[in-house]
């Protein structure tokens, strides 16, 4: 009835050591009796070490096994014996291995011999996610959230925009020490978001939007002493797809970017050598089990995955690979400060920004719970086509008189342009902007005319634009001047006949351009 460690821990350090050297443990000579019993107890946890040593098991091991297994993990020598047929050779070269590796233990009461296994290795499963039993699965029902948070489908795409329309006006700064924009840019930004922060809180959500930007190639950094991130010319291929589009590029590169992390990450062993990918795309297929609109408790979900899959991030085998023997010490124990916030917060930060889960918090605004939602659900099953927008208008604009433009169903190219020519006044249930002289100014200096303008609002109203609104754009477009300025050739002749005589030549006319003044004086003559 003891647990494995408790039986190791009666061995003396020699025999732990030869144990662990058979499981090719790697350097388990150099490690304390205490330390060893941790790791390989960790080792045999979920069934996914047990499953390893079982494999290099010759055929008959591997059956005595699993006929102890379904004795309750006990049988008599035998009795075993008498099952299979064996003779004392057989049974003993079909224990040997499994004795040696301490997966059964060899033992006498009285005058019987017994094999059996110890009682936390029986109940470990076989590897891979653990079916766990009805009653010993957590409670996943959530308590009422005292407050839940949401995102749009389209949220995330539009502050993405939104970023590249502020590129769009001057480039974008970033600080000497970490490259990062800078902080009254962050609260610039952030006002303008449709969901503003609290900075106070850090810029995890204006970072991730400066990542994506920069990892689709919409935004590239510039030489020079002061660090910059200015517009590539990528931004209108962007635009022309559709906010549906650009999620899906967003999630996709999400479940491959090694490059970005998620904050609980910064200060674990996973951080110095980050790859979330493979803990993505498992979270993902953990997600997709759970029915959709159905409310969950965080602490239930976590020890779902805690029961079933600890080794989320990265399996066993390649996290002694990669940190050695210590890294399994305490990983059970540890396993909900570090693995399961981090797990936590790919569900708080990416899946919530691209409005796939809904958060639920309580008083103190802790992660209490969340949900799947029907958009959410159609991003993580590229099968589901996602939920149409009921009741949508059939126009994306309205223009009013006093020169706000409402926003009345959101399309990528749509947003863009509305950006590049007109201020946002305010984000709410209708998001409004204004167009005014220095709005119009910029567009045009952008290379917007003012006919582009009109025509555009036109074609998103369904309607004239209003005779005030359309005059005014052309009169401020008409306040921009226009200067060429052309790379010329000085040449300085002694007499004004040589330079007629030049200008007339076949051969050299061809060199000369009358200035602007000079054609303007031969049309009035």
Not at 382 to 392: F, K, W, Y
């Amino acid at each position: 009835e003891e647990p494995f460690p408790a039986l190791l821990d009666r061995l003396e350090q020699a025999e732990v050591q030869r144990i662990a050297a058979s499981w090719k443990l790697p350097d388990a000579g150099r490690y304390y009796k205490s330390e060893l019993v941790g790791v390989m107890s960790e080792f045999l946890a979920t069934g996914q070490g047990k499953a390893v040593l079982l494999s290099s098991q010759s055929p008959a091991s591997q059956q005595l096994f699993a006929y102890l297994e379904s004795e309750g993990g006990r049988a008599g020598a035998s009795q075993i014996k008498k099952h299979f047929e064996w003779g004392e050779r057989e049974f003993r070269a079909a224990s040997v291995g499994l004795i040696q590796r301490a997966l059964v233990w060899d033992v006498l009461e009285g005058e019987r011999r017994y094999l059996f296994i110890p009682s936390d290795v029986l109940k470990a499963g076989s590897g891979g996610p653990v079916k766990i039993a009805p009653y010993l699965q957590p409670k996943l029902d959530a308590p009422a959230p005292h407050t839940v948070q949401t995102r749009l489908p389209y949220e995330l795409t539009w502050d993405l925009l939104t970023l590249l329309g502020n590129a769009s006006q001057q480039e974008l700064q970033l600080t000497l020490q970490d490259t990062r924009i800078t902080k009254r840019l962050a609260k610039k930004l952030n006002e303008s978001f449709l969901q503003g922060e609290d900075l106070r809180a850090g810029t995890d959500y204006i970072d991730a939007v400066v990542h994506l930007a920069q990892s689709h190639g919409l935004l590239s950094a510039t030489g020079g002493e002061q660090p910059a991130l200015a517009l590539t010319s990528r931004v209108e291929q962007w635009a022309r797809q559709s906010f549906e589009a650009q999620r899906r590029s967003i999630f996709g590169l999400w479940q491959e970017d090694r490059k970005w992390t998620e904050p609980a990450t910064y200060g674990t062993i996973y951080w110095w050598n980050s790859d979330m990918t493979g803990a993505r795309k498992r979270l993902v297929s953990h997600l997709l089990q759970l029915p959709v609109g159905q409310g969950f408790s965080l602490e239930g979900f976590l020890r779902t995955i805690h029961l079933t899959e600890p080794f989320i991030i990265w399996s066993q085998d390649e996290l002694v690979r990669r940190y050695g023997l210590r890294a399994l010490q305490g990983f059970r124990s540890h396993w909900f400060d570090i693995e399961g916030r981090i797990v936590a917060d790919m569900l708080r930060t990416m899946l919530f920004w691209l409005g796939v889960v809904d958060i639920g918090k309580d008083k103190q605004k802790r992660f209490l719970s969340f949900r799947v939602t029907q958009h959410g659900a159609a991003l993580l099953d590229p099968t589901l086509l996602p939920p149409e927008h009921q009741g949508a208008p059939s126009r994306a604009l309205l223009v009013q008189p006093n020169f706000e433009v409402l926003v009345l169903h959101p399309e990528s190219q749509v947003v863009w342009n509305l950006l590049r020519f007109s201020d946002l006044v305010r984000h709410d249930r209708v998001s409004v902007y204004t167009i005014n002289k220095e709005s119009v100014l910029r567009a045009v200096e952008a290379g917007l005319s003012s006919s582009f303008i009109i025509e555009f609002l036109q074609e998103n109203t369904g309607k004239q634009v209003p005779q005030n609104v359309a005059q005014s754009i052309s009169d401020w477009a008409r306040l921009i001047r226009y200067a060429n300025v052309h790379r010329a050739t000085l040449i300085e002749v002694e007499d004004a006949t040589i330079m007629d005589e030049m200008v007339a030549s076949r051969k050299t006319r061809k060199y000369f351009k009358a200035s602007p003044w000079e054609l303007e004086d031969a049309e009035e003559e």
